[in-house]
Every structure is written in structure tokens, then in C-alpha cells.
């Protein structure tokens, strides 16, 4: 069963890190871009960032440039954002997705809460 | 950034009735590879998202022939041919052909 499992979210104070993780199984992982979706709760998907399969490429949406970091493990079939210098704007429900333009798996999601 | 634009916000429907939502693009969504990356998902409440259509009218493996997408260029529609209890949910366009990849601001389909 193709499946993607994230983990690492949860309360954090404003300013701090932290560092989701997703572990892929049931399809060869270094054959797929793969993405990072976030969801206020009760509001819409926002794009946060894609890989390429071999880890050469990355894209951000604007507010996260410079403060989130995508990566891949491909011997691992895991996925990772390192979040820096978080806000309150940034609490929201964090997906892993599979494929960088067309998202057709997903994950349960993991909730990121920035607040003091 | 390219604007998505749904329409209506807020869809409510009688069962067995069909329904219509329409994604509008700001700029056309044709890659240098000829696809278009207009993508389809369904949003069942407390699920995750769940893809149904890709490349404007490909639909995925297990989804019910009653959805079904067409469209071209900036104009773009989801079409639900008989409305279903279990289609309750969010419907939110995207599309993936620019960066910064962008999402429409999601349908909420609702019972009458």
C-alpha cells in the first residue's frame, strides 16, 4: 500500500524550530518529486515547498524562503522540512504530498502550533 | 503568482442533482511540455486531500465516473453528475504548471 506518515509536529514558541518528518512506503521514493502542503484548520491548502527526486532541486513559496529547508533521504524514503524562525502565521496543518505539480498521494497530516 | 479563482464558494445541492464548479486561472496554464497541470481535490471533513482529476480531465484510479473534468487555457470545471451523500466536502482546483505552484480558495459542497 503506497502510504506517506508524517510526524514532528507541535507546540512551539515564536522564533523557535522545529523538523517534520515523512516516511514514504509501498512505491520506489527516488522516482517521485515530492511536496510539502500546509492547511490553517478550517481555511484552504497553501503550497509550502517541492523537492526533485534526486534532492537537485527545490522550490518555496515566498513566505518560507529562507526559514524552511526541504530534503530528502532516498535511502531512507524520507522526507524532512526544517522550519527556523517560525511564526504565528505559520500554524497550520503540514502534508506531505507525492509528486511536485500534480500531488496524487497524501498524508494524515501533522499540526504545527506556533503560540507563547 | 498565478490567482485561482473558484466559483461558487458555497454549493449547496440536493442529492441525485448535479453540480458544477468552475476554477479560473489568471494566466494559462499550458507547460513548455505541452500538459496542463490543472488538478482536481476532494476534501472530506477531517481528511486529508485527496486527488480526483489531473491534467484538467485524467481521472484517478477509484474515483467515480459521475466526476469529471474539462476545460482549457484559464477556464476550467469539475462537474459532479449526480450528487452523492459521501461528496459532502471541500473541492479545491490547483495548478501546478508555474511556480509558485497556487491552489483555488476551495467549494464547499453541501446537502440541501
Known amino acids: 500500500e503506497v502510504q506517506l506518515v508524517e510526524s514532528g509536529g507541535g507546540l512551539v514558541q515564536p522564533g523557535g524550530s522545529l523538523r517534520l518528518s515523512c516516511a514514504a512506503s509501498?512505491?520506489?521514493?527516488?522516482?517521485?518529486?515530492m511536496s510539502w502542503v500546509r492547511q490553517v484548520p478550517g481555511k484552504g491548502l497553501e503550497w509550502v515547498a517541492n523537492?526533485?527526486?534526486?534532492?537537485?532541486?527545490?522550490h518555496y513559496v515566498d513566505s518560507v524562503k529562507g526559514r524552511f529547508t526541504i530534503a530528502r533521504d532516498n535511502g531512507k524514503n524520507s522526507l524532512s522540512l526544517q522550519m527556523n524562525s517560525l511564526g504565528v502565521e505559520d500554524t497550520a496543518v503540514y502534508y506531505c504530498?507525492?509528486?511536485?505539480?500534480?500531488?496524487?498521494?497524501w498524508g494524515q497530516g501533522t499540526m504545527v502550533t506556533v503560540s507563547s | 503568482d498565478v490567482v485561482m479563482t473558484q466559483s461558487p464558494l458555497s454549493l449547496p445541492v440536493t442529492l441525485g442533482q448535479p453540480a458544477s464548479i468552475s476554477c479560473r486561472s489568471s494566466?494559462?496554464?499550458?507547460?513548455?511540455?505541452?500538459?496542463?497541470?490543472l488538478t482536481w481535490f476532494q476534501q472530506r471533513p477531517g481528511q486529508s486531500p485527496r486527488r480526483l482529476i489531473s491534467?484538467?480531465?485524467n481521472r484517478d484510479s477509484g474515483v467515480p465516473d459521475r466526476f469529471s473534468g474539462s476545460g482549457s487555457g484559464t477556464d476550467f470545471t469539475l462537474k459532479i453528475s449526480r450528487v452523492e451523500a459521501e461528496d459532502v466536502g471541500f473541492y479545491y482546483c490547483?495548478?501546478?504548471?508555474?511556480?509558485?505552484?497556487?491552489f483555488g480558495q476551495g467549494t464547499r459542497l453541501e446537502i440541501k
Open positions: 509501498g512505491f520506489t521514493f527516488s522516482r517521485y518529486w
Open positions: 490547483m495548478q501546478g504548471t508555474h511556480w509558485p505552484i497556487t
Open positions: 494566466q494559462g496554464l499550458v507547460y513548455s511540455d505541452g500538459t496542463t497541470f
Open positions: 491534467k484538467v480531465s
Open positions: 504530498a507525492r509528486l511536485g505539480r500534480q500531488m496524487d498521494i
Open positions: 523537492i526533485k527526486e534526486d534532492g537537485t532541486e527545490t
